[in-house]
């Protein structure tokens, strides 16, 4: 099978946060835009200032580019870099959730609130208390809870917060070289949607043994990405393992885990980084993705794709196609 197409080629796009509301797919994308900033490991090429929402009516239909819904200018707390965000519905509004770094160069996580799922979105004046870090995935269960997972190693600065307060030092040692692998976070979220509701929590993903996985298990271990979503009452909790370029995922009984590592789900693409999500729409489940195809490999000026997945009877994932390798 040929590699799909980006879904838009009239901007850059990547880390696509895809949901269904009222019949019709949206996703959440992330704005790449064109910088000199050298490649560095926080990540400072990544420069994005604002977001769009798009759709779709079918799967294989025209893509509406809603136009920008947010941007960097109209959040008080803000200095720059408007990473990955994701979206949520509940009582009858939308919910922008999304990463920045705050004055001092701190990342949080802000949350923007909508009449509509294109938005346009109003951001809250602070940051949710307690947040940190990057990637923030949003899920609303069938009880009406709702969770926010998040989570990103070296420049998403997760391994400066092992002490429970931001270790500017900790930049040095970028992630856990023994013991067990850093773990996402997660915490539920207070029934207007713009506060934790108790402690952030470890994400425990673990080994068929039960054990955690090790820091050293480069090919198995979180490094950012989070995602989470339900089928047949289980919790598949995915992500990236970035510096190795998998995405993964990890099943559980419960949306806090823990998590029991069940396989991967994409092979390493075009570009440095990967990230995801998953959703289903008209009848089939769907991997929404980037990769750097469009810039010709440039890896902070990505885009948008799609591609079914399947589950085995043992619930595993599978692309329903294979996958392309990427030319060396």
Not at 238 to 258: E, I, K, Q
Request: hydrophobic letters at 35%; aromatic letters at 14%; one cysteine or more.
């Amino acid at each position: 099978m040929a590699d799909p197409k980006p879904l838009v080629n009239h901007v850059y796009t990547a880390d696509p946060s895809a949901h269904v509301f009222n019949g019709k797919l949206y996703i959440y994308p992330s704005h790449d835009r064109e910088t000199d900033i050298q490649f560095n490991d926080n990540g400072d090429q990544y420069d994005m200032a604002d977001y769009h929402v798009f759709s779709l009516d079918t799967v294989g239909g025209p893509v509406t580019d809603h136009g920008v819904v947010l941007k960097q200018e109209d959040i008080p707390w803000v200095s720059k870099q408007l990473w990955a965000p994701d979206a949520a519905s509940k009582n009858g509004k939308y919910y922008l959730y999304f990463p920045a770094r705050d004055k001092k160069g701190v990342f949080r996580i802000g949350v923007a609130v909508g009449d509509a799922p294109e938005g346009p979105f109003k951001p809250e004046p602070e940051p949710i208390k307690g947040s940190f870090s990057i990637d923030p995935a949003s899920f609303v269960d069938e009880d009406g809870q709702g969770y926010l997972y998040f989570g990103g190693i070296w420049g998403g600065q997760l391994q400066c917060w092992t002490k429970g307060r931001f270790e500017e030092a900790d930049y040095k040692g970028m992630e856990a070289k023994e013991g067990p692998a850093l773990c996402p976070k997660v915490a539920k979220l207070t029934d207007d949607m713009l506060q934790f509701e108790g402690e952030v929590q470890d994400v425990r993903i673990v080994d068929e043994e039960g054990n955690l996985l090790h820091s050293s298990d480069h090919d198995r271990r979180f490094f950012e990405a989070a995602w989470m979503h339900k089928y047949n009452g289980k919790y598949y909790f995915s992500y990236s393992t970035g510096d190795t370029h998998y995405l993964c995922y990890a099943v559980g009984d419960s949306p806090m885990g823990p998590f029991t590592y069940g396989g991967r789900i994409l092979e390493p693409v075009l570009g440095w980084t990967t990230h995801h999500s998953i959703a289903e729409f008209e009848g089939k489940w769907w991997l929404f993705y980037h990769d750097a195809s469009l810039s010709g490999g440039v890896n902070h000026l990505r885009s948008v794709k799609m591609r079914e997945i399947v589950y085995d009877d043992q619930g595993k994932i599978k692309l329903a196609q294979p996958q392309p390798k990427i030319e060396a």
